[in-house]
Nanobody, 125 residues
Framework: VQLVESGGGSAQPGGSLRLSCAVS????????IGWFRQAPGKEREGVSS????????YYSDSVQGRFTMSRDNARNAVYLQMNRLKPEDTAVYYC???????????????????WGQGTQVTVSS
């Protein structure tokens, strides 16, 4: 299974970007999958995670109300719509997946079987 992120880039504060995570080599059904980010000099943090089958979603406090995670089962992909971006959202964003569907393990301890290569998001004026 491979995860490939896309959609990163530069945006001004208040702007929007949409990240995609395409999954190949397997199906998302039953997975827990999430978005994580890591800024220079900081630890990786969870942004949002969801269980594909039951739709439960977690968001970090820092993005709640601004970011929305969604899935497209037909395309075997998940997305992260990022609105009202802030400079502190600048980071490399990664997609991670837990094939057993252990959502809490993924969200709280970043326990993932697969990781994407990451996509850079830069927010500045």
């Amino acid at each position: 299974v491979q995860l490939v992120e896309s959609g990163g880039g530069s945006a001004q504060p208040g702007g929007s970007l949409r990240l995609s995570c395409a999954v190949s080599g397997g199906t998302l059904d039953g997975y827990a999958i999430g978005w994580f980010r890591q800024a220079p000099g900081k630890e990786r943090e969870g942004v949002s995670s969801m269980h594909i089958r039951d739709g439960n979603i977690y968001y970090s406090d820092s993005v709640q109300g601004r970011f929305t995670m969604s899935r497209d089962n037909a395309r075997n992909a998940v997305y992260l719509q990022m609105n009202r971006l802030k400079p502190e959202d600048t980071a490399v964003y990664y997609c991670g997946a837990n094939r057993r569907g252990y959502l809490l393990a993924l969200w709280q301890r970043h326990v993932a079987d697969y990781w994407g290569q990451g996509t850079q998001v830069t927010v500045s004026s």
